[in-house]
């Protein structure tokens, strides 16, 4: 799992993410995307089920546990 900001130093989020999925060894890694910025998912990820946005705003530990526990299923993993 992968928590990724959108605006980072040096390699946007968008990029590390794209970086992410070209990798065949962290192709399907789930990324959760934790970030200030006005995005959609569609806009961010396609269709990937293995990426979820989290908009800063509503960050709250239980946004972030609904957000792991909504995004590991679809993956193919559970949580624990």
Same mark, same amino acid.
Do not use: F, H, Q, Y
């Given at each position: 799992?992968? #928590?990724?900001?959108? !605006?980072?130093?040096?390699?946007?989020?968008?990029?590390?993410?794209?970086?992410?999925?070209? /990798?065949?060894?962290? =192709?399907?890694?789930?990324?959760?995307?934790?970030? %200030?910025?006005?995005? $959609?998912? &569609?806009? #961010? $990820?396609?269709?990937?089920? &293995?990426?979820?946005? +989290?908009?800063? $705003? /509503? #960050? =709250? &530990? *239980? =946004? +972030?546990? *609904? $957000?792991? !526990? !909504?995004?590991?299923? %679809?993956?193919? !993993?559970? =949580?624990?």
């Amino acid at each position: 799992l992968v #928590l990724l900001d959108l !605006r980072m130093p040096g390699m946007a989020g968008d990029e590390v993410l794209a970086e992410l999925r070209r /990798n065949p060894a962290t =192709s399907g890694v789930p990324v959760v995307v934790v970030t %200030s910025a006005d995005v $959609a998912v &569609a806009d #961010l $990820a396609g269709d990937d089920p &293995a990426v979820t946005v +989290l908009p800063k $705003a /509503n #960050l =709250s &530990a *239980g =946004s +972030l546990r *609904g $957000a792991v !526990r !909504r995004i590991l299923p %679809s993956v193919g !993993r559970t =949580s624990r």
